[in-house]
């Protein structure tokens, strides 16, 4: 059974950068895009970009663009999502989530299963 | 981008009664080129990953119990759960994947009364 598990939680400064880890099992790892999605305190959801777990191929929400990076080290089956300039804002659950149709013949139009557990991250002065 | 909206955004139901959720998309969700609504549900306890209800708006995921059922097309969708059960106590979402960025409504979290 495919499942996603993610790195503890974190506090970090303001301008400071985080990463968080989303190790996966039970699924042929570089078969599948992962996206990631946060939840600010009293908001909804807000998807940030994924990326391509074989190939490494990313794609962003525009809005951060400029800050976030995403990674996969396919001998751990391990994607990785760093936020860098952190602001109070960023306080918020981070998600990784898997794009449940094959890389091969994906639309990316689709609905996400599995999710991880969520990493609180904490910007805090 | 698609704004999707719950409501209620939080309910009380009696063990047993039915709990019934809206969500709207300020676009059609619905494809014309093959007639589905991209649209899935889903279910999130704290402490736990969001679990995948519903996708194509009505296709109920394997092992979700029968009393839980998504309706709807184009904008306006709905999630039942025909007799609550203590173990549905969660917060439901909707989720639209037919036009980028994928967008969520803001959550309806449903309670015992």
């Known amino acids: 059974q495919a499942q996603l598990v993610q790195s503890g939680a974190e506090v970090k400064r303001p301008g400071a950068s985080v990463k968080v880890s989303c190790k996966a099992s039970?699924?042929?790892?570089?078969?599948?895009?992962i996206s990631w999605v946060r939840q600010a305190p009293g908001q909804g959801l807000e998807w940030m970009g994924w990326?391509?777990?074989?190939?490494?191929?990313?794609k962003f929400e525009q809005k951060f663009q400029d800050r976030v990076t995403m990674t996969r080290d396919t001998s751990n089956n391990t994607v990785y999502m760093e936020l860098s300039g952190l602001r109070f804002d960023d306080t918020a659950v981070y998600y990784c989530?898997?794009?449940?149709?094959?890389?091969?013949?994906?639309?990316?139009?689709?609905?996400?299963?599995?999710w991880g557990q969520g990493t609180l991250v904490t910007v805090s002065s | 981008d698609i704004v999707m909206t719950q409501s209620p955004d939080s309910l009380a139901v009696a063990l047993g009664e039915r709990a019934t959720i809206t969500c709207k998309s300020s676009?059609?969700?619905?494809?014309?080129?093959?007639?589905?609504?991209?649209l899935a549900w889903y279910q999130h306890k704290p402490g736990q990953p969001p679990k995948l209800l519903f996708y194509?708006?009505?296709t109920r995921e394997s092992g979700v119990p029968d009393r839980f059922s998504g309706s709807g097309s184009g904008t306006d969708f709905t999630l039942t759960i025909s007799s609550l059960q203590a173990a549905d106590v969660a917060v439901y979402f909707c989720?639209?994947?037919?036009?980028?960025?994928?967008?969520f409504g803001q959550g309806t979290k449903v309670e015992i009364k």
């Open positions: 989530a898997r794009d449940p149709i094959p890389a091969t013949v994906t639309s990316l139009r689709n609905w996400f299963d599995p």
């Open positions: 990326i391509n777990a074989n190939t490494g191929a990313t």
């Open positions: 676009q059609s969700v619905l494809s014309s080129s093959n007639n589905k609504n991209y």
């Open positions: 039970g699924y042929i790892f570089p078969g599948y895009y």
């Open positions: 194509w708006a009505s």
């Open positions: 989720h639209q994947y037919y036009s980028p960025p994928p967008t």
